[in-house]
């Protein structure tokens, strides 16, 4: 994973990758330059990588460990000058961290990011989504939660957004047939089923795109996020399915296709079953209509897409402990 | 709770309050008359109470013991005939069950109705909040679940509707202060703080009401709950906080003062404390602006407000388990 | 609930129950007299209620307001004396907070404990049960937590234990059959099947019980609780079972019966359905091998069981939110 | 991932690595060749790779696609003939789908397994642990989750074991200190602090192990889960710690030399904090006694240990999706 730190410690053992930082800081932030306050709020969690680190782990030495106490400071205190898109404010921290000890060589900086909308009031108290919201009051938003990470390694970074939890269902428009039938399988052919998902997504972006958001405000991330999660939100709805892998596909192709800034799209979206309830024991139809929403098991369909002719990213991707 | 069943068994030991069913039974019914389909999507409980029950307890008689797996099917049959607003759904459920088994003489009828909207797409990929949105496609909406139930003792009913997890924050118009100190004391008065929490709260409907909604399409529950959320919102955001009790109470007195089928309102609210983080160590202020969340501990505020001059119906409100 | 502050506000609205307190307080104790250490791991919930503490609510008055911070103080301090069986600590927490402030007239306390078991080692670094276990590392152990909760309402007191999560299974020994059936029944008499369930269960202790334990030391409350958890378990086990409701039941009576500390048990039991998987498509039988446990919809079977002649206690049970 | 299917699309988009399949198989399996019956409780996860797979993401043709209902229904056929560990077993379902399916050319298999020991009874209703307990009732055990994993590319495969949620803590017996400090580090350095982690390891298998388990019965993967479970617990338990790092390493260290089948470990471990309360305002000191237990942040240690000379396994480690 990003700087592996092997160290041969004797003739019986070595210590493979390592991080270590602080998990699940959470930070909410008011910005108050006004009667007309924005917040923000971000659950962050910063991890260190360098060779040097391997002595914390080999033998308790503590010399080289920025305590994730530090780290945890460091995040708050960065919010003071305000936050910005996720992605930015995991740069300015991995710059911090890279730059302010010489022997943290890289690192993993993730964050996920929660959304609120205004809270719309009027004299009868009724709530219009046209209105202009208050000022200071606040309810949470959305379904899905958005992710952001960047990863260094030396010179090198990598910027992945991403959502998880954006649940979405087909009630027509979606067939599966034409499997290979053995002794185990039952599955009656349709035509016509519910499609149901939980995507969640991460998207890498160019080097490029990367390479221009050093210049402050070059690159709107925020306005990438919307982007691409409206390309993926349309084109679930659109595709006509033959398979979720076809349409888990598309939305890539599409993110591609749509977005320059993205270079490769990666997915895991399980397939929520909806069986159709036998009603004729009651002496009743079901034309599609009623439906029994299973929790276990699930399919669960996996996949990248890539821009063609883009270098492959892997320590964008490996986790020291990707324990999936 | 409900209709107590209490049996002597001997010497030493009673049967007391009882019931019984099928829970959480996932339920989508997708409406297609034309190509725009509606979805309902619910979780129901349905739980059973009557005197002759007490033999399966007793002696493992179940002659008068409808299956929960007869329960299960009957909420999946019934939505054959479409569902509609859940608390006419399970007022249904509560009628079949109560006329059908002469000695099922009453029960608790439940259900989460979780909301989905339309996806909206255009040609470009883009959603617009203001389209019509797709024929077919749906996301998952909101962040808090609507609660109904429906409790039946012999002719007697209530009907309670409720939400969960609708989470808000003011980012300032909060104090509180003026509180008593003793030697366990440390916490500093403030007169502008973070004020957030998860919203709980179940509304009893008038016995008028009730008495109304036999009359099919007499009641519009749903029209009533987006009324009673859309007060709660509205009073959260409007009140400047004294105390979290002051606005529970507000809110609860609003909700009856501007909806007239609202009998009595009951929240759970958490405080859900905002520290502002002492950024002085790192030579830095922080005017209200940086705050971390915390998971626990949290305060947690408690209440009942009635419409003065309703009576009491604690049957609407006891459960058998109240393990909370 | 316990004791409902009703104050007339005006023509309209009234309040009703209400309570506010600390919730989750997470404690861990460590008793260090000795090299052999001792672990305390609880997470307490302290509400206090009161008449004075309406105008916190109709006003925002916080004059009778023992901030939820002072609550969370006292626990912390209170646990420098050491804490003991949950039941205890948490009764002198209720003595202190309505000793001390004399408008507090009552309140719930209530505690999860968590268990933890000693880390057993040997030079080979094999983990012996039979072993003293090591001196200061421990593992959390079991499945279920332990609950305690000491309601106050003036001069009255009463003292619930529980248990939650305790999860068991029968792979035999199970029937269910006889029920009626009508147009909605499709369900199989069965002779034999896999009874499981994960019990959460409340019982309170008797008045006697409860008086005699103001004298330190008389009353033994963890060895009350190993001993009605292993009848529950017992019970479980030893019979045959016609109906989870029988089942329950049992568990009850015979708690009753061999504890005298205990005046009631309540039960909420979920039927854990194990579903015979029909393996006749495959050419393969299944004698009672192979079984799908499913998540939902389950069986949920509620109850309380009462030792003949005590009076019943409501003010034990009830809650100001029972939003089961 | 495992056998990445890359195919050119067009000049614009390419499919990367991917994996279907079935998760979450809830299987329970009953053997009863006499009266005292055994039970295996798992979580099946199939996922199925080749590169013939692409069509069904590129033109949704499923001529390939071995539905995800198929999977699960093998699960359970092959049920019927036993399961023993879940190494094996996951073995037996990877050899008949890529031998089944001649597309089918590589796939990652997994299982948690939820443990179970017998209720012990006797006569008076007590439970005691030296007994031998029930034929057929059970209770669930233990706090953590035992993992297995068995990937498998072409000719390739790798054995992969773990556990989850083994929580420990050590009252004593761990420092911290000797770390840098900056301009944004407040932390105090103790020599003595409650450590307590969440254990998450995975090990993967040696070569010669695993060719070694095509054996029947050659390699007994329930006998070395249980020592490396010891080997670990004693390791956190023993060790003297300077820094989490420093325990996690040593863990791993340990495992390798005590058990020769294990080629490498991996590790997740948060930092629990406790925080010792300042009682100073109350007038109380607090000498290691009380302590406020956080959910978050966390400290967070990720590492990887591994036996000296032994080839790299990147595709053991890789998922297609490492969301971590």
Redesign the interface.
């Known amino acids: 994973s990003g700087a592996?730190t092997?160290a041969?410690v004797?003739?019986?053992?070595?210590?493979?990758?390592?991080?270590?930082?602080?998990?699940?800081?959470?930070?909410?932030?008011?910005?108050?330059d006004s009667a007309r306050?924005e917040?923000e709020?971000l659950?962050v969690?910063t991890?260190l990588r360098g060779e040097a680190?391997a002595d914390?782990?080999?033998?308790?030495?503590?010399?080289?460990?920025?305590?994730?106490?530090?780290q945890?400071?460091?995040v708050?205190?960065f919010?003071?000058d305000g936050v910005g898109a996720p992605e930015d404010f995991l740069t300015r921290l991995a710059d911090h961290f890279t730059g302010?000890?010489d022997w943290i060589t890289g690192g993993r900086f993730g964050a996920l990011a929660h959304s609120?909308g205004r809270?719309v009031?009027?004299a009868?108290?009724?709530?219009s989504?046209g209105g202009v919201g208050?000022d200071?009051?606040?309810?949470?938003?959305?379904?899905e939660t958005r992710t952001a990470l960047v990863v260094v390694d030396g010179d090198r970074r990598w910027v992945v957004a991403?959502l998880?939890d954006?649940?979405?269902?087909?009630?027509?428009?979606s067939e599966?047939?034409?499997?290979?039938r053995?002794?185990?399988?039952?599955?009656v052919e349709t035509d016509d089923r519910?499609l149901a998902t939980s995507v969640?997504a991460?998207w890498r972006y160019t080097d490029e795109t990367v390479e221009a958001a050093r210049t402050p405000g070059a690159v709107d991330f925020d306005a990438l996020y919307e982007?691409v999660?409206?390309?993926l939100?349309?084109?679930?709805?659109?595709v006509h399915?033959?398979?979720l892998?076809?349409t888990?596909?598309a939305m890539?192709?599409?993110a591609?296709?749509?977005v320059d800034a993205v270079a490769?799209v990666?997915?895991?979206m399980?397939?929520k079953h909806?069986f159709l309830?036998d009603?004729a024991?009651?002496?009743?139809d079901?034309?599609?209509?009623?439906?029994?929403?299973?929790?276990?098991?699930?399919?669960?369909?996996?996949?990248?897409?890539?821009?063609?002719g883009v270098a492959e990213a892997p320590a964008a991707?490996?986790?020291?402990?990707?324990?999936?």
């Not at 019986?12 to 602080?22: D, E, F, I, P, S």
């Not at 009868?124 to 709530?127: D, I, N």
């Not at 200071?136 to 379904?143: K, Y």
């Not at 034309?287 to 990248?304: C, H, K, Q």
């Open positions: 592996p092997v041969d004797g003739p019986a053992v070595v210590l493979g990758a390592n991080q270590y930082g602080k998990a699940e800081v959470r930070l909410v932030r008011v910005t108050r306050h917040i709020d659950t969690t991890q680190l914390s782990y080999l033998v308790g030495d503590n010399a080289k460990v920025v305590a994730t106490d530090t945890k400071n460091t708050y205190a919010a003071r302010e000890f609120w809270i009031t009027d009868s108290g009724e709530t989504e208050h200071h009051a606040f309810v949470r938003g959305g379904t991403g998880e954006l649940t979405v269902l087909k009630s027509t428009g599966f047939h034409g499997f290979p053995d002794r185990y399988t039952t599955l519910i969640t991460r982007r999660r409206a390309v939100l349309a084109t679930f709805a659109d399915s033959l398979a892998q076809q888990l596909y890539g192709r599409r591609i296709e749509e490769e990666r997915f895991s399980p397939n909806h309830v009603l024991p009651f002496g009743l079901n034309p599609g209509e009623v439906f029994y929403a299973a929790d276990r098991p699930y399919g669960l369909i996996d996949g990248a897409v890539i821009r063609a991707w490996d986790a020291v402990t990707p324990f999936v």
